[in-house]
């Protein structure tokens, strides 16, 4: 099985920053793509960023000045940076990962339980 925690989520004032982080463990062979999503209420999950292993890096086209994802392949972990923090960021942030399992085979999606980011004004 393959566990995906996130960790770094809160409670931040408007116009400040914030970095969540993913980490996974488990029976992994490898992962591709890692990435980070949210809900915000009454809104549908939306993608704010993905990376894969070699380092490419995708951006929803209204966060691409205020976010920055990154990933250390060694610790399975993949971050979120968040600047400039504006109330429309408040969401559950869920991240993911494209896993093959250990012995290799398909590979799937996995998801984590999704932290809670709150900005006040």
């Known amino acids: 099985q393959v566990q995906l925690v996130e960790s770094g989520g809160g409670l931040v004032q408007a116009g400040g920053s914030l970095r969540l982080s993913c980490a996974a463990s488990g029976s992994i062979f490898s992962i591709y793509v890692m990435g980070w999503y949210r809900q915000s209420p009454g809104k549908q999950r939306e993608l704010v960023a993905a990376?894969?292993?070699?380092?490419?890096?995708n951006y929803a086209d209204s966060e691409k000045v205020r976010i920055t994802i990154s990933r250390d392949k060694a610790k399975k972990t993949v971050y979120l940076k968040m600047n400039s923090l504006k109330a429309e960021d408040r969401a559950v942030y869920y991240c993911?990962?494209?896993?093959?399992?250990?012995?290799?085979?398909?590979?799937?999606?996995?998801w984590g339980q999704g932290t809670q980011v709150t900005v006040s004004s």
């Open positions: 990376i894969t292993s070699g380092g490419s890096s």
């Open positions: 993911n990962a494209d896993v093959t399992v250990g012995g290799g085979g398909h590979q799937r999606r996995y």
